[in-house]
């Protein structure tokens, strides 16, 4: 979030442009987090392709 000087109150909405897929830290794989119940804060993952686990991190403002 960019703000500016003398903007103190208002915030700017972000415009995403383009959004790549999500990928498994280890082998690169692309990962799907739709059939996943996914909570605020952390959460351990599986990676369908290599079976590795991993940590994904969610934010309140972050839409999935």
Known sequence: ???RKGDQAKALDELII????NRCPYCDEPISY???N???GENEVNC???KKKF???VFNS???
């Open 62 to 64: 972050e839409k999935l």
């Open 55 to 57: 940590i994904k991190v």
């Open 34 to 36: 739709e059939s996943i």
């Open 48 to 50: 369908p392709s290599c």
């Open 18 to 21: 383009q959004r790549f897929p």
């Open 38 to 40: 996914l909570k605020i």
């Open 1 to 3: 979030m960019v703000r």
